[in-house]
């Protein structure tokens, strides 16, 4: 690691600990507490770095707004100039031991239905706010060892009914609302959260209107999308359907809000392992 940032902005690094869209992560102390953080570094090398540093900064507003356990929380942002201009940021957040969704062990059904309870809880808060979070998928959700989770990466959050200059989103995720620029609503996390499900489930990708390319020629996709327990029987039809529903295209036909969502994976939860508990109890009482 270079000797010139093992301090920088007040912050002494520690290790790195990942990386980002032109943003590298680091764990390190705040010098002015002696918290330990994780700190998010953007330096601007050319001009499209410009964008980076804007979501970072909305980062930094949104989350500071949002008190939720499963939301991570951001403390400081520092911005250091160089010849009177803007160089660097440093964005000191919340630091959480964990892995992405996505580079996750592959979770049981049980515990992916309680990750998305949790995912969905968090989303409700920030729509309780006034905010969308517009990007959620697998690598924008962080799982500890313990089985705790934190939303992450809100640079394209943004005030509900917000419309937006430029498509933003990850094609294999994205609304189609995104994709129109319209108007962006809780309804739009729903369908992010929809199609996050959908792959956690089955290991695939619901077609969204931005096509697939390969070598950067349009790869010809079906419109027809199976549900995820046409692809795996053993997935109940209660979170099939809702999944399905979540990503319908016209917003007006997905669940209502995220607490809707919230309280339909509830009673699948409930369904679930209660049907274990009772099962269990039984084969004790026979034996």
Known sequence: MARDILNVGGFSIIKRIGSGARSTIYSATDEEDGTIVALKRVILERPEDVRVFEQTETEYEVAKRIDHPYVRK????????????LR??????????????????????????LVFRMVAGGLNAMHQQGYVHCDMKPNNIL???????????????????????RIQGTPDYIAPEQVK???LVPKTDVFNLGAT????????????????????IPL??????????ELKRQ???????????????????????????????????HTIFGGRIKANKDASNNS
């Open 74 to 85: 951001c403390y400081k942002l520092r911005k250091i100039r160089s010849m009177f201009k």
């Open 88 to 113: 660097e940021l440093l964005l000191s957040m919340e630091l959480f031991e964990g892995k992405t969704l996505e580079d996750s062990p592959t979770l049981s059904l049980g515990d992916v239905l």
């Open 143 to 165: 799982l500890s060892k313990a089985g705790s989770i934190k939303i992450i990466d809100l640079g394209q959050s943004c005030k509900i009914g917000t419309t937006k200059a």
């Open 181 to 183: 620029r319209k108007p």
């Open 197 to 216: 499900m959908y792959w956690a489930l089955t290991g695939k990708n619901i077609p969204t209107l931005i096509p697939k390319t390969k070598n950067g």
């Open 220 to 229: 010809a996709t079906s419109k027809k999308c199976p549900t995820p327990r």
């Open 235 to 269: 997935i109940p039809v209660g979170i099939s359907n809702l999944v399905m529903e979540c990503v319908r295209e016209d917003p007006a036909q997905r669940p209502r809000n995220m607490m809707t969502v919230v309280s339909r994976l509830d009673l699948i939860i």
